[in-house]
């Protein structure tokens, strides 16, 4: 069976996305580790709904590009050279 990849460390992230995908992944295991605190719970719960939805703005600003770009070159097939 093969290994499991190991999970990106916040510090070895290449970008902000990958930063904040590896702090949801972290605050998760916390909230759901029946060692966590009781106190500590709120702030984690918190902050993991804070990082959730940077990550969905960050997804969706993204993919909005993306489709743009693929828009432009779709427009670009459409050149006629001889329409000139």
Same mark, same amino acid.
């Given at each position: 069976? /093969?290994?499991?990849? %190991? /999970?990106?460390?916040?510090?070895?992230?290449?970008?902000?996305?990958?930063?904040?995908?590896?702090?949801?992944?972290?605050?998760?295991?916390?909230?759901?580790?029946?060692?966590? /605190?009781?106190?500590?719970?709120? /702030?984690?719960?918190?902050?993991?709904?804070?990082?959730?939805?940077?990550?969905?703005?960050?997804?969706?600003?993204?993919?909005?590009?993306? %489709?743009?770009?693929?828009?432009?070159?779709?427009?670009?097939?459409?050149?006629?050279?001889?329409?000139?």
């Amino acid at each position: 069976m /093969p290994r499991k990849p %190991k /999970p990106i460390t916040v510090s070895a992230a290449k970008d902000r996305l990958g930063e904040l995908k590896a702090m949801r992944r972290i605050l998760a295991e916390r909230v759901d580790d029946e060692s966590t /605190p009781t106190r500590d719970l709120s /702030p984690l719960v918190l902050r993991l709904k804070e990082v959730s939805v940077e990550i969905e703005e960050i997804e969706i600003r993204d993919a909005s590009e993306a %489709k743009s770009a693929l828009a432009l070159v779709k427009d670009d097939t459409s050149w006629d050279q001889g329409a000139i």
